[in-house]
């Protein structure tokens, strides 16, 4: 499975940003994908998950300011971020897991900054 992300960039507080994560490879294999970030000095975190059926699992810290869907036809895990915030700057990274393994995208700059 590799994995593409895409979508990072610079940002105002208060602005929005939308995340791609393409897979491609053994895509049938795939369970869960999902985000993550990391900031600088810190270690990576989990921001959102989604299974398979769709289930969702967000960071308790977003107060539902971001969405995670699946686009089956495109392969692809999107993260609809709104209401950004400086500390929301960091690297995001997708990630797709299958029963044998763990994989990771090579993540997406976020900078949020007036």
């Known amino acids: 499975v590799q994995l593409q992300a895409s979508g990072g960039g610079l940002v105002q507080p208060g602005g929005s940003l939308r995340l791609s994560c393409a897979a491609s490879?053994?895509?049938?294999?795939?369970?869960?994908m999902g985000w993550y970030r990391q900031a600088p000095g810190k270690q990576r975190e989990l921001v959102a998950t989604?299974?398979?059926?769709?289930?969702?699992n967000y960071a308790d810290s977003l107060e539902g300011r971001f969405t995670i869907s699946r686009d089956y036809a495109k392969n692809t895990v999107f993260l609809q971020m709104n209401s950004l915030k400086p500390e929301d700057t960091a690297v995001y990274y997708c990630?797709?897991?299958?029963?044998?393994?763990?994989?990771w995208g090579q993540g997406t700059q976020v900078t949020v900054s007036s």
């Open positions: 990630n797709a897991v299958t029963i044998r393994n763990t994989y």
């Open positions: 490879g053994t895509i049938a294999s795939i369970n869960n």
């Open positions: 989604i299974t398979r059926s769709r289930n969702t």
